[in-house]
């Protein structure tokens, strides 16, 4: 049938089943699923974060170059917030490598960060001790995740600005190292942002364990909860909704 006069072919409304690729993700407002790239700009950039790691231990510790070790922590923060924009918003950016690295490369410098502070005596160690102890208890839920076939569970808002709190507090600790007026404020700012970033750092673990309370009444991967094993390839999901 053909379309009527001055309506174009381009214009006639189509089905939601021929809709075009794109067409249907600008819709649904579904993201492009990581590919399997390697060299992408955001891999690039957390693989310069992980090696300017032992550079700003250097620079703090051993040449005691405080301007320096600031300037790659202020790069380090505006990189981390620079790859995430490009994975979500440029095409073929998004990979699982970098799904992996990203996060990995951030919790080396929660680590990395607060004890390096400590070890040159601008930071107290109980704060330390606590953010790894806090990490440590997170990362012990692991086998938990996994026997129910998960990976790791959703990162609340929180715990993202907790850590963009603490990383923020961390290099203006640092900079408040000066004897001068304008060091003190920013120390004392500093300082803020650290406190703050701490306590939701602390109540999104409190949050992170209640979910893993929570994934405990889920039934173990490969058991299933008729007391029959799910068929090779066969979830207990789906055995459940095949027997309703």
Request: aromatic content about 8%; proline content about 6%.
């Amino acid at each position: 049938m053909e379309p009527p006069e001055g309506r174009s072919e381009a214009t006639r409304e189509v089905s939601p089943e021929g809709r075009s690729e794109a067409t249907r993700k600008v819709v649904t407002g579904e993201r492009e699923a990581p590919s399997d790239r390697v060299l992408t700009v955001p891999n690039a950039l957390s693989a310069l974060r992980l090696i300017l790691v032992p550079v700003f231990l250097y620079l703090l510790l051993v040449a005691h170059e405080n301007a320096w070790a600031v300037a790659i922590l202020m790069f380090s923060g505006f990189s981390d917030w620079a790859d995430g924009k490009i994975a979500r918003l440029v095409a073929n950016q998004s990979s699982k490598l970098g799904a992996l690295l990203d996060p990995a490369v951030d919790r080396i410098y929660m680590i990395a960060v607060p004890v390096a502070l400590a070890v040159a005596g601008i930071v107290p160690w109980w704060l330390v001790i606590t953010l790894v102890v806090r990490d440590g208890l997170l990362a012990g839920t692991l086998p938990i995740l996994r026997s129910r076939g998960l990976t790791a569970l959703p990162v609340a808002y929180i715990g993202k600005a907790a850590t963009f709190a603490l990383m923020s507090g961390f290099p203006l600790v640092l900079l408040g190292q000066w004897d001068a007026l304008w060091s003190r404020v920013i120390l004392a700012c500093g300082w803020a942002f650290v406190i703050w970033g701490m306590a939701m750092y602390l109540w999104s673990g409190v949050l992170y364990l209640i979910q893993v309370r929570m994934v405990l009444a889920l039934p173990r991967v490969g058991v299933s909860v008729f007391g029959v094993p799910p068929l090779a390839g066969e979830s207990v999901a789906t055995r459940e909704d095949a027997d309703e």
